[in-house]
């Protein structure tokens, strides 16, 4: 599933494929991944206008135009974006091409279509569809993160992961970061300590510098990351067995020895 480093990624695939190009021709191949537009309304939208600077809101993305709509992208668990040319064969699960002026296109390519595509006409249309989003991840400052964590009840894994509290981590970041950080993924998030949290946020501040910078959760061998989905998976700071359990419906992996109980 695409996490904040993936989509900062795909930001960046459409900031180097697309930013200050015309769009000439959009052609939706699949009406299933557009919400609340027809492909007609788009197309009349966006065809004519420019790219303009593209932003990212933990994993949603925001390919604004200059001067008019902004294309809102969530990739859900299989959403891609990426950058080719018109004359470029056309893959199974290509649902959108925006065919730019250059000899480039743009390609939303999403195999399960469980999110997809909005068009937002004015900042309170993205405000509104942005608005149970928390502080994204990797520009919280920490008085903000701490704040979030503190007031927050159930289990630490599942604080990380929702929305809602903190916009951007998914699953392999959150596993990644707790233990880094030394700490229980079902741990209660009000029960830490103000050391805890400061050293959760520093933790969580690096694994997404070096992710975003790898354009994924990389599978390290240093990482928990890298052998998460090891047959007997043990792990790669003390050498114990890695545990694995389900929190929220998600899988979880983590050190018995590394992440004791609070």
Known sequence: MPELPDV???????????????IRRVDVRDAGVLHGVSARRLRDALEGRRFGTPERHGKWLLARTRA???????????GLLVCGHPDEAVEAHDRVLFTLRGNRQLRFRDQRKLQGIWLAGDD???????????PDA????????????SSRRGHLKTALTDQSVLAG???????????????????????????DRR????????TLRSSVTAGCVPPRDSWLTGH????????????TGLRRTRMGGRGTVWC???????
């Not at 008019?68 to 299989?78: A, D, I, K, R, S």
């Not at 050293?199 to 690096?206: D, G």
């Not at 018995?256 to 609070?262: A, I, L, R, T, Y």
């Open 138 to 149: 990797l520009a919280v400052e920490r008085a903000e993160f701490e704040a979030v964590l």
């Open 169 to 195: 981590l998914g699953n392999l970041l959150a596993d990644e970061i707790l233990w880094r950080a030394r700490l229980r993924p079902d741990r209660p998030a009000r029960d830490l300590t103000q050391a």
């Open 124 to 134: 309170s249309d993205i405000d509104r569809l942005l608005e149970r989003q928390g």
């Open 68 to 78: 008019g709509p902004t294309l809102v992208l969530h990739f859900g668990m299989t």
């Open 8 to 22: 900062e990624g795909f930001r960046q695939v459409l900031e180097s494929c697309a930013k200050g190009r015309v």
């Open 228 to 239: 998460r989905d090891d047959p007997d998976p043990s792990c790669p700071r003390c050498g």
């Open 199 to 206: 050293r959760l946020y520093s933790q969580m501040r690096r």
């Open 256 to 262: 018995p020895h590394c992440q004791p109980g609070g």
